[in-house]
């Protein structure tokens, strides 16, 4: 079945940098782009930022633009989102999500999810 | 940017009941509308797609309708695992997508 696992939680100081996988299973890895989003306690879902796992292309927030990248590694299918100088407001549940793109319909979304990493930002 | 915006932020209702979130967005989106379940400590669900499109395997009593800026989620008679917060996600943005507040649906 296709299934998103995430890497664990991590706890970081700020200024730090924290990176988390995806490793994806089920499906083939490159047919399918990777979103990520994010969930800070007790608040709503901010999409975060989309990679093309066939070419690398990348879309980010605006308002994270500067401070994340996304990467992704074919041969373990694995993908990876990295975010710089590491702020309190960056404490939150990280997601990473399969995008659905038909070619008919128009539009995308977001079918299957990782269960989420926690990343706390504390001194 | 799209914003999006759910009503009510909050709902209490009862087993059986139908109930309906709104979500409106700031411009017209067509019918670029999905929407998503999710429980306390889990992964967002994806429910529907493209407004009114029905996901494999989420049962028929939850609906879609909607284009333009405004869009309903219905649930015809709610059940107990049904209790959760919902969220609207827009992506005529494309794959650059912004999500409503949520609609947290409580038992009365």
């Known amino acids: 079945q296709v299934q998103l696992v995430q890497s664990g939680a991590e706890v970081k100081k700020p200024g730090a940098s924290v990176k988390v996988s995806c490793k994806a299973s089920?499906?083939?890895?490159?047919?399918?782009?990777i979103s990520w989003v994010r969930q800070a306690p007790g608040q709503g879902l901010e999409w975060m930022a989309w990679?093309?796992?066939?070419?690398?292309?990348?879309k980010y927030a605006q308002r994270i633009q500067d401070r994340v990248a996304l990467t992704t590694d074919t041969s373990s299918t694995t993908a990876y989102m990295e975010l710089r100088s590491l702020i309190s407001d960056d404490t939150a549940v990280y997601y990473c999500?399969?995008?659905?793109?038909?070619?008919?319909?128009?539009?995308?979304?977001?079918?299957?999810w990782g269960q989420g990493t926690l990343v706390t930002v504390s001194s | 940017d799209i914003q999006m915006t759910q009503s009510p932020s909050s709902l209490s209702a009862s087993v059986g009941d139908r109930v309906t979130i709104t979500c409106r967005a700031s411009?017209?989106?067509?019918?670029?509308l999905n929407w998503y379940q999710q429980k306390p400590g889990k992964a967002p669900k994806l429910l529907i797609y493209?407004?009114?499109s029905l996901q494999s395997g989420v049962p028929s009593r939850f609906s879609g309708s909607g284009s333009g800026t405004d869009f309903t989620l219905t649930i015809s008679s709610l059940q107990p695992e049904d209790f959760a917060t919902y969220y609207c996600?827009?992506?005529?943005?494309?794959?650059?997508?912004?999500f409503g507040q949520g609609t947290k649906l409580e038992i009365k």
């Open positions: 996600q827009q992506s005529y943005s494309t794959l650059m997508y912004t």
């Open positions: 411009q017209s989106i067509s019918r670029y």
């Open positions: 089920g499906y083939t890895f490159s047919s399918y782009g």
């Open positions: 990679i093309n796992t066939y070419d690398g292309t990348t």
């Open positions: 493209a407004a009114s």
């Open positions: 999500a399969r995008v659905i793109v038909p070619g008919d319909i128009g539009g995308s979304w977001l079918d299957t």
